[in-house]
């Protein structure tokens, strides 16, 4: 019997696909399923429990973490094996009798792992490693692992050189996909709590090896992963968690003089990673802005110098105005071209041109407000803007060709649904739903019927030498899960694999290894989900909590609890709350995109209703978040103006 055990952590859309892949896959075995949700906060409960009667949840009232979840489930559980199994994976429908064959034929093995892909088809090389020496690390953290991947020195910590083609005995199994014997568990102990995320693994496969089991990597079956979703790997906090599981590994197993050289080790390693991880991340947020501010500026510049020199050259323009004036533009440029969505990661065609019709107005506004002595000349306002249109339009040009950044969204080729008629349709509602079934170019059909397609799946290697798209949505209901992972390790390189499941209310994937997963679902039908309009809602939060500090002794008098106002305004400014939130708090948790408490409702009143009425003012919620536009929430503010203090 098999007891699969997956803990969940908001991310109940991969799980929802998880679980319809181990439903099948559980056809071929006899066990049950466990899933521990660590007090998730996207209405993973309402979503999946009623769906899914077979899996028995636990549903813990704080984030436990990931060992002390899995050994709550492994205390109740009653298989002879347990897998224990990320939520944001797939896996074919043979994927578990194929593991359980392998551990009859194999009575010397404590546990096994599996070939794993991302979410492009790519291998993942964690899917075995070795266990992380002073050398193994050093050789990984300069950068020897990744020029000498297939190095058995260098590239000891993913056993690059081991072929992953074939089954190999290893010392480390992935967490992600670790499928343990349980009279070895019952031998050698579960996993140690002391770990709070990452670092388990490691440590429960080297207790297995110390007490006289194998580990193995097996590559008779393949699970997708799509790692990155369940944490933001990359970020500082990523880094600091990482390396602290490996301070508690070496403190527990390595003699105490090898422990300290390795903590210190890991500590400057911390500090190097944490550093780089900074200066990438900064660069990432910071770095497309920062060249525009560039450009901009350069162009402001050759405005002034093409006005001065070949219209007006009699003109003669205060250097320290300009001085001042051209960088205060250019923040003013980039702050207007932010709001009006211009470094959204989704770019559709016209942005730049929207953006920069918005920032030229705000700009000549701005202008227009100034005192007679601090104007030059609109001419090199409106002939910097469109220098500056032209160098963005230049420079974006440059970065696509180098792939420094993703081409707009309406410039990549479209997306391909292999599926049957059936499942083609329930595909193409939700890309609907998510204003992108435009971009469904059509369906690769599983085998020949009488619907339209534009070829079979057996043909789709000949179709994408032709018609090279960039997204493949494989829908499971007209194909086998193992077909799926099947064709996605033999996707073009940037080609994009999407999953849905058949019975599925999402579209799951991601692009790659080291980029979060993304799920498209009917929320995504809601304007309030956007980023263009959570960005609004965020600007006339800020600006009317400025505007209350401003004139806050006129409130006094025409708000009721003035102080208050004053205390709730300084919250929306941190970040805390909204001045309109939902109305009942159900709406958070079922479905709705998620938003900060609010001071008021979408009915334009503090909170303190009714329960009786909580079904109404979720329907509310539901036009708020659906119709959203900042003028909803300067109506409701001003509806509920009394009120703001509560």
């Avoid at 050789?139 to 072929?163: M, N, Q, V």
């Avoid at 709070?196 to 007490?211: A, K, N, P, W």
């Avoid at 009714?610 to 929430?633: F, S, V, W």
Wanted: hydrophobic share 45%.
């Amino acid at each position: 019997m098999l007891s699969v055990i997956i803990v969940n952590y908001n991310v109940k859309y991969f799980l929802e696909q998880c679980l319809l892949s181990v439903r099948e896959a559980m056809k071929q075995v006899s066990g049950e399923v466990i899933v521990v949700d660590n007090a998730s906060q996207d209405g993973s409960r309402e979503y999946l429990e009623s769906r899914f009667p077979e899996v028995q949840f636990i549903w813990n009232k704080e984030n436990l973490g990931f060992a002390k979840a899995n050994n709550l489930a492994l205390a109740q559980s009653k298989g002879d094996h347990s897998l224990f199994l990320n939520p944001d994976t797939i896996v074919a429908e043979d994927c578990f009798s194929i593991c359980l064959q392998f551990m009859h034929a194999h009575p010397e093995a404590g546990a096994l792992g599996v070939q794993m892909i991302d979410g492009s088809g790519r291998f993942l090389k964690e899917s075995k490693r070795a266990y992380p020496s002073i050398s193994t690390s050093f050789f990984k953290l300069a950068g020897l692992a990744t020029l000498f991947p297939t190095s058995k020195i260098f590239g000891r910590y993913h056993l690059g050189h081991l072929d992953p083609a074939h089954n190999h005995e290893v010392d480390v199994l992935a967490g992600a996909f670790m499928w343990v014997r349980r009279e070895a568990l019952d031998a050698v102990g579960s996993f140690d709590e002391r770990f709070f995320m990452y670092g388990e693994d490691i440590d429960l496969s080297y207790r297995l090896q110390r007490g006289g089991w194998k580990n193995f990597y097996v590559a008779d079956t393949t699970v997708i992963h799509f790692k990155g979703e369940s944490t933001k790997r990359g970020s500082l906090n990523y880094v600091r968690m990482f390396y602290k599981a490996m301070a508690i590994f070496v403190d527990k197993h390595y003699t105490s003089v090898t422990a300290f050289f390795f903590r210190f080790f890991i500590t400057l390693a911390i500090w190097f990673r944490a550093g780089i991880t900074a200066v990438l991340g900064g660069l990432k947020k910071l770095g497309l802005p920062i060249i525009d501010a560039i450009n901009i500026l350069i162009a402001f510049i050759a405005a002034k110098y093409t006005w001065n020199g070949l219209v007006k050259p009699e003109i003669v323009y205060n250097r320290d105005l300009l001085g001042m004036a051209f960088p205060a533009f250019t923040v003013v440029f980039i702050v207007a071209a932010y709001y009006a969505g211009l470094y959204d990661r989704s770019q559709k065609r016209g942005r730049l041109i929207h953006s920069t019709v918005i920032a030229t107005t705000a700009l000549l506004v701005i202008y227009a407000l100034l005192p007679e002595q601090y104007r030059f000349s609109r001419a090199i306002l409106l002939l910097g803007s469109l220098y500056a249109f032209v160098l963005l339009v230049l420079s974006r040009g440059w970065m696509r060709r180098l792939n420094m950044i993703e081409a707009e969204e309406e410039e990549k080729l479209g997306t391909v649904v292999v599926a049957d008629l059936a499942s083609f349709e329930d595909a193409s509602s939700l890309m609907e739903t998510a204003e992108k079934r435009q971009r469904i170019l059509g369906r690769i059909a599983p085998q020949e019927d009488d619907g339209p397609h534009l070829t079979v799946l057996s043909h789709l290697d000949t179709f994408l030498q032709d018609v090279p798209v960039r997204e493949i949505i494989f829908c499971q209901g007209g194909i086998s899960y193992q077909e799926i992972i099947r064709q996605a390790k033999k996707l073009p390189k940037h080609t994009r694999l999407r999953i849905m499941a058949g019975g599925a209310k999402s579209i799951v994937g991601s692009d790659s290894s080291k980029s979060s997963g993304q799920a498209i679902s009917d929320a995504a039908g809601y304007s309030l989900g956007g980023p263009s309009a959570r960005r609004m809602k965020r600007l006339v939060d800020v600006l009317t909590a400025l505007l209350f500090f401003i004139t806050w002794p006129l409130q006094l008098v025409l708000v009721k609890k003035p102080i208050g106002l004053l205390g709730n305004a300084i919250k929306v400014l941190g970040g805390q709350c909204t001045w309109i939130g939902y109305s009942t708090e159900m709406s958070n948790y079922n479905g709705l995109p998620r938003i900060k408490k609010g001071i008021l409702g979408t009915n334009g009143l503090p909170g303190g209703r009714h329960p009786d009425a909580d079904d109404g003012l979720y329907k509310l919620d539901q036009l708020y978040a659906r119709e959203y536009t900042i003028y909803k929430d300067l109506y409701l503010i001003a509806k509920g103006y009394k009120w703001l203090g509560s």
